[in-house]
Nanobody
Framework: QVQLVESGGGLVQAGGSLRLSCAASGRTMRTYGMGWFRQAPGKEREFVAAINWIGNTDYVDSVKGRFTISRDNAKNTLFLQMNSLKPEDTAVYYC????????????????WGKGTLVTVSS
């Protein structure tokens, strides 16, 4: 089975940067779609970014120009570079993977990590 483990979360001041990683094991992710979602306290989980197996990317409008999703297939790892962080980016960030592609709806993804907490102070 596929296992996804996120890392890289933490506390950062507004305007700062963090780089999240998602290490996959159990199967090569080379042909999988992979993505990031987040859930803030008291809010529903929301789509952040996704990348398909050929490298096409998709972002929610609120992070465009600040976040960059990338993948290293040789290391079976997904990344999310987050710059110019804002307090409203505070959330638990989850990695997701699916063999059929990428989706903005979380309902379609087959595999999920347990999340990493990002806290942005003002």
């Amino acid at each position: 089975q596929v296992q996804l483990v996120e890392s890289g979360g933490g506390l950062v001041q507004a305007g700062g940067s963090l780089r999240l990683s998602c290490a996959a094991s159990g199967r090569t992710m080379r042909t999988y779609g992979m993505g990031w979602f987040r859930q803030a306290p008291g809010k529903e989980r929301e789509f952040v970014a996704a990348i398909n197996w050929i490298g096409n990317t998709d972002y929610v409008d609120s992070v465009k120009g600040r976040f960059t999703i990338s993948r290293d297939n040789a290391k079976n790892t997904l990344f999310l570079q987050m710059n110019s962080l804002k307090p409203e980016d505070t959330a638990v960030y989850y990695c997701a993977a699916d063999p059929a592609g990428t989706y903005r709806s979380g309902s379609y993804w087959d595999y999920w990590g347990k999340g990493t907490l990002v806290t942005v102070s003002s």
